[in-house]
């Protein structure tokens, strides 16, 4: 299977990947010299950055904000944990993941997974709080949105 980098991935294509449970999103890239470190493996605060730019997207896509207006609200991680469960190399393909596992009112919970070669090598669960444009209080999650956490991403709310 030819791997698309930086496209999202189907469903269908996360299973051949060994992607399971499939997630909303998904997509995949390759290791590059410069992420690696002094050991050759991937520094830890690459992962962080891989997790960043698919969450970026993610909320670009679900319609939170499209990071280029001033009405757009200010998101923050309030809390994460991540994983590291086993080291990527040099030239690995690897695919990124990224879901909302459960919501609130104004904060919503994000579970990022990091695969290669059908192994689960790293994963990031965060807390998302959505807060007003300058940041002054919080910002309700958009009805269309908790919609689309319950119906594509089998989000529960939590109240």
Same mark, same amino acid.
């Given at each position: ?21 499939? !997630?909303?999103?998904?997509?995949? @890239? !390759? ?5 690696? @470190? ?40 309030? *809390? ?32 990022? !997974? ?9 994963? $990031? ?8 444009? @300058?940041? *002054? ?11 689309? $956490? ?10």
């Amino acid at each position: 299977m030819t791997l698309a980098y930086h496209t999202p991935l189907s469903t269908d294509e996360q299973h051949r990947l060994g992607i399971s449970p499939p !997630q909303p999103l998904a997509m995949a @890239d !390759q290791v590059r010299f410069s992420e690696l @470190d002094a050991l050759n493996h991937v520094n830890n605060a690459v992962y962080m950055e891989w997790f960043e730019r698919l969450r970026v997207r993610y909320v670009q896509e679900i319609g939170i904000s499209g990071y280029d207006r001033t009405n757009d609200p200010r998101i923050v991680i309030r *809390s994460g944990s991540i994983h590291y469960i086993q080291e990527m190399r040099m030239d690995e393909n690897y695919v990124v993941t990224c879901g909302c596992s459960a919501f609130r009112n104004t904060s919503f919970s994000l579970n990022q !997974q990091l695969w290669s070669g059908g192994t689960k090598r790293a994963q $990031f669960d965060c807390i998302v709080v959505l807060l007003t444009p @300058d940041g *002054s209080g919080r910002m309700a999650i958009p009805d269309a949105v908790r919609q689309r $956490f319950t119906d594509i991403d089998h989000a529960t709310s939590e109240g």
